[in-house]
């Protein structure tokens, strides 16, 4: 699938935690939801998103928000990269890349020239309704949770 637009409804999803649960984005119907799909657990950028959107999740629970990270990791090594950073986001497995597909958060990608496919660092806020109401390609992971809270009013 192509990449997603604002106004778009938010493909469901159902997707396990670091606990094995089942999440579904459909669990949040009525609430907005930061989704946020990264490559992987434990690496210096993804490190860095996760703890900034940690960091600042006090900020985005006053404003009823829920951050959900998915990456194509395991549960144990979410528990893991949670326990070692004291990480307070949910994450969620998507092994198969289904969900990042979907949502055009998987695919080509160019890195210092050379072409690769993999994850697409990207971040979508999905509105109580369930559509679209901002979406984030190839973010750069740094700084990029508060420039979400922002973007939340």
């Not at 979508?124 to 559509?131: D, N, Q």
């Not at 984030?136 to 809270?149: I, Q, S, T």
């Amino acid at each position: 699938m192509g990449r997603l637009d604002k106004g778009q409804e938010a493909p469901d999803f159902a997707l396990e935690d670091e606990n094995g649960n089942v999440v579904r984005l459909s669990d949040y119907a009525g609430r907005r939801v930061v989704v946020y799909f990264y490559p992987a657990d434990d690496t210096p950028g993804c490190t860095k998103e996760a703890c900034q959107f940690s960091d600042l999740s006090g900020r985005f629970n006053e404003k009823s928000v829920d951050v959900l990270g998915i990456s194509a990791d395991d549960g144990a090594s979410h528990a893991r990269f949670r326990q070692k950073y004291g990480l307070s986001v949910k994450l969620l497995s998507d092994p198969s890349h289904e969900v990042m597909e979907r949502y055009g958060a998987w695919g080509e990608k160019t890195l210092y020239g050379k072409k690769s496919v993999g994850v697409i660092r990207t971040t979508v806020i999905v509105g109580p309704e369930g559509t679209l109401e901002r979406v984030w390609y190839h973010v750069r992971a740094d700084g990029h949770a508060e420039k979400v809270l922002a973007e939340l009013g």
